[in-house]
Every structure is written in structure tokens, then in C-alpha cells.
């Protein structure tokens, strides 16, 4: 009965006092939905992995081009190497406050193996393709759409669906003769599924574009699992290492050296095991010491999220989880520590009689606020040290085989960044929360902090600026996997959305 429930906020989100830009909006939606998902079709018809500069391109110009009809100054902002940002501005007459909506237009690689159909071939179902849904044809002019139908291709959940609820709450806006209260940026990226290795560049070559920006809304994400919309204040940061353990300077046979020779994949097995215990608390010394507490405001408003653990333990088959009994919304504003890959030797059909002479394990690490990369991989070495292990950060030699009994090399990897998190209170964040409080009253979700990563502190820490990530996607969009999606309801909720921001009270 709750997930019906749950499943039926985003159809029936009502303010408490609808204002004009939602009659606007809905009106527009009633009237032009078939359209909109044509339009939506049409745009994830263009393939957009950020490694192909043609198919990006492609996509910045169609996009850039669709807001220059409405009225909007854009231009690409070009860098050697990189894709083009695809930055906007509509300027108002006399606002006092300036905001700017990111998007990425890129999407992840795709392996079409894996998918039902063509990754750039969308299709509409008549519901999730794991519930039961069909394909069926687009809608024509008339036609009554059921918002529990879905739109499957890549990039309709992350992150092209916001590109279109943006365009769409302009014309919606436009054509009621609803006027903007606030300026308005566009900055889109084209290589956040890259890692956005040029954001900071393009960030500091066009600083004089961006000073005059208020606050930043990152339009990324899903809505909360229990499909309540949110508002996100925070990412968690990453960082990382590679670990590999040695035995002998070759592979030996298990029967002439078994019980002799040491075995690198169980030395690594005992090795992560003493990182954490059973419960999944990180028994590395100090490994929580400079978590960030959150405000008293932030603490009452984590009481308020839903507790959707049961929930997804029965949609991910999970018998336990870690933490305690701690909710999953408590668990992610903690560091965690993940092992992410473990290689020795082979097995199945490939397994061999032998002892590997190496086994290599990818520990990631997800840091929260007030936490250092550096530091933080620092206590992961510490620790290693602590295990008895001599570390290296090149293959050892013969002498330094000889004169250590163990052994690891360390490979930090030359990533990571910083967690970021803006105030619920800041000014301009407590003016985006009563708008949106206005339009969805008390079922709005206000999240300290998403468990996943963005560089987000390119924008707070960097340049000053407040940031807010602003979700439309469902949860169960399939994200960077095969059979991505977007369900109508979110797609429609998202006009709405962005027809209030751009028209809260100046």
C-alpha cells in the first residue's frame, strides 16, 4: 500500500494555492504533451558520449539554437580539447537576483548489447519495462497520455529530460504572458560523464560571465526513492586507491609450493577485512574524526525524510544492511570505504592450480563534508602500515622483496575532490525553499546531502556561490546502465518545477 501510495505524489502534486506560472505550465502540458515528447525523442536521438567531439557538438548546437528561439543570448564557450559549454542568459529589466540552471548534455558510454532496443533509438513504454510495460506509439495531438508511461533511451534520466522541462516552462511562461523574476544563466556541460576534467578551465576562463550568478541550481539527480520531489544541498566527495600485495616474483605451482609459499589473495583478504567490521563500521584510526556536523535546521529537517530502507531492501533482494539499524539517509552523510574490485588469478573455466604472485584490490572512498582527500587516504596508509606492510608506489625490487616480509604498493591514482555542501539557510536557498514549499506544501524532501559525487565544489568553494541540486528523475531511472528512463509524471513535474523558480517572488 506505501509504495502505491508513494508512487502516486508526482502525479498529484497540488499546491496549496496554485500559483499562475503552474495553471501556465499545466496548461501548456495539456495542450502540447504530444509534442513535448517528440521533442523529448528527438533530442535523445542524437548520441552524446562525451568522447565523440562530433556528436557532442552536434547536440550543443541543436540545444543552443533551441533557446536562442526564445529569446535567450547564447553562445558555446569554446576550450582547446574540450567540449563546449552551452552557456545562456536572459536578462530581466530590473531583477535583483540572477539564477543558473546546469545541466550536462553528455551521457555515459553505452554497450548496445545490453539494451532492449537502440541506445539512441527512444522508445515510449506503457509503463517500466520490469513492471510489465509495452512499447506503444507516441502520442498524436489529442491523444490522453498516462503519465506512468516512460521514455527508454540514454541520457532520459541523466540528463537531458531537464534541458527539455527548462524549454518548456519558457514557452509555457511565454505564451501566458508570465514574465521572469528573476535573470536567468544557462551553463550545460558536455563532459560531466567524463569526469568533467576541463569544468574548472572553462569555470576560471569565464569567471566574468559567472560573478553576477546568485546561487546555482544543478539540474541532476533523481527525485527521492519514496518519489517525493527534493531539494539537495550537498554531494559527497571521492577519492581512492589501488592496493597490490606480492608473494613470490612469479605464479608457482599449488601442489610443489602450497603450504610454503604465501598466498597474496588471502594476505589481501586479511588485509581489507581488518579496514571494517561486519556492521560496516570503518575501523581505520580517525577515519571520522573531521566529519562536519550538520545544523540543528539540517538535523530536524533529516527527521523529516521518509524511511524507505525496507522498502529498497526488498526491491535490491537485501536481507541486511549495514550501519546498525542506521537509515540509509543517516548512512550517507558518513565517509564510507568500498571495495570496488579485487584480481587475483582467475576462476571458472580459467582457474589454474597455481599461487598468484599478486593480488590487487580498487578501494573507493566517498568523503563528506569536512573531510580531506589527502588525508583521508593518508589514515587509509597509516592503517595498511599498522597491518606490518612495507608500502611502495613503483613494483618493488629484488632487495627491497628481500628485506620486507610484506609488501604493498599503493597507487592513489591522481583523482579526488572535496564534498560540498550549501546552507539551508542561506538567503537565497531559503527563498528557492519556500517557492518550491509553496507549489509541492509539506511533501517537499530537504536532503543534506546526496551519497553520490559531483565536482560541486568547483562552485562553492571555488567561486563562492551557493549551489542546490534541483532533481527531476525518477529513482529507478536505470541511471549510466542499459535501458535508461524517464517517467512522464517526473518529466511533467519538472515543467512545473522550473515555471515556479523562474517565477518566485523577487
Not at 502525479?11 to 502540447?32: D, F, G, I
Not at 541550481?217 to 566527495?237: E, I, Y
Not at 594476505?267 to 571520522?288: H, Q, T
Not at 590487487?360 to 606492510?389: C, F, W
Request: glycine share 8%; net charge neutral; charged share 20%.
Amino acid at each position: 500500500m506505501f509504495i502505491l501510495l508513494v508512487g502516486l505524489i508526482l502525479l498529484s502534486v497540488v499546491p496549496a494555492e496554485e500559483t499562475k506560472s503552474v495553471r501556465a505550465t499545466r496548461k501548456w502540458v495539456k495542450q502540447n504533451g504530444h509534442s513535448i515528447l517528440q521533442d523529448f525523442t528527438h533530442l535523445l536521438s542524437m548520441p552524446n558520449v562525451a568522447s565523440n567531439h562530433k556528436d557532442i557538438r552536434n547536440n550543443a548546437e541543436y540545444i543552443s539554437n533551441l533557446f536562442q528561439k526564445r529569446g535567450f543570448d547564447m553562445q558555446l564557450l569554446e576550450l582547446e580539447g574540450a567540449n563546449p559549454i552551452v552557456y545562456g542568459e536572459y536578462k530581466v529589466p530590473g531583477a535583483i537576483r540572477t539564477l543558473c540552471f546546469y545541466v550536462h548534455y553528455d551521457g555515459q558510454p553505452v554497450d548496445p548489447t545490453k539494451w532492449a532496443h537502440g541506445p539512441f533509438t527512444p522508445v515510449l513504454y506503457s509503463g517500466a519495462m520490469d513492471g510489465g510495460g509495452k512499447p506503444i506509439a507516441l502520442p498524436s495531438r489529442g491523444d490522453k497520455i498516462d503519465p506512468e508511461w516512460r521514455i527508454y533511451g540514454r541520457s532520459a534520466g541523466d540528463d537531458k529530460a531537464p534541458i527539455i522541462t527548462i524549454l518548456n516552462a519558457v514557452d509555457a511562461l511565454q505564451s501566458s504572458k508570465i514574465g521572469f523574476t528573476s535573470n536567468i544563466k544557462l551553463f550545460f556541460e558536455g563532459e560531466e560523464e567524463a569526469g568533467s576534467t576541463n569544468l574548472k578551465a572553462h569555470l576560471l576562463n569565464n569567471k566574468n560571465l559567472l560573478d553576477d550568478i546568485d546561487i546555482w541550481l544543478f539540474c541532476d539527480g533523481p527525485v527521492h526513492q519514496s518519489r517525493r520531489p527534493q531539494l539537495v544541498f550537498g554531494v559527497r566527495g571521492v577519492t581512492g586507491m589501488e592496493v597490490t600485495v606480492y608473494g613470490a616474483t612469479r605464479a608457482l605451482h599449488s601442489g610443489h609450493y602450497g603450504n610454503w609459499a604465501p598466498v597474496p589473495g588471502q594476505m589481501l583478504a586479511r588485509l581489507i577485512a581488518s579496514m571494517k567490521n561486519e556492521d560496516g563500521k570503518v575501523l581505520i584510526e580517525n577515519f571520522y574524526d573531521t566529519v562536519e556536523p550538520l545544523s540543528e535546521f539540517e538535523r530536524l529537517e533529516l527527521a523529516k525524510i521518509p524511511n524507505v530502507d525496507m522498502q529498497l531492501k526488498n526491491e535490491l533482494g537485501l536481507a541486511f544492511t549495514e550501519g546498525e539499524g542506521r537509515t540509509i539517509n543517516e548512512r550517507l552523510l558518513l565517509p564510507s570505504l568500498t571495495i570496488k574490485g579485487l584480481a587475483s588469478g582467475n576462476v571458472g573455466k580459467k582457474a589454474r592450480n597455481v599461487i598468484p604472485n599478486t593480488a590487487t584490490t580498487a578501494i573507493g572512498v566517498r568523503l563528506v563534508k569536512g573531510n580531506d582527500p589527502e588525508d583521508m587516504l593518508d589514515k587509509v596508509e597509516s592503517h595498511i602500515r599498522k597491518q606490518g606492510y612495507h608500502i611502495v608506489y613503483t613494483e618493488p625490487d629484488m632487495e627491497t622483496r628481500l628485506k620486507y616480509r610484506k609488501i604493498a604498493k599503493v597507487d592513489r591514482r591522481g583523482s579526488g575532490y572535496i564534498a560540498s555542501r550549501t546552507s539551508m539557510q542561506e538567503p537565497h536557498a531559503k527563498t528557492i525553499i519556500n517557492a518550491v514549499r509553496n507549489f509541492v506544501s509539506d511533501e517537499l524532501i530537504l536532503m543534506p546531502a546526496l551519497g553520490g559525487s559531483l565536482p560541486l565544489y568547483l562552485f562553492t568553494d571555488m567561486l563562492k556561490k551557493p549551489a542546490i541540486i534541483v532533481p527531476v528523475a525518477n529513482h529507478d531511472n536505470n541511471q549510466h546502465a542499459a535501458n535508461e528512463n524517464l517517467r512522464i509524471a517526473n518529466l511533467w513535474y519538472g515543467i512545473d518545477l522550473m515555471g515556479v523558480i523562474m517565477t518566485m517572488p523577487r
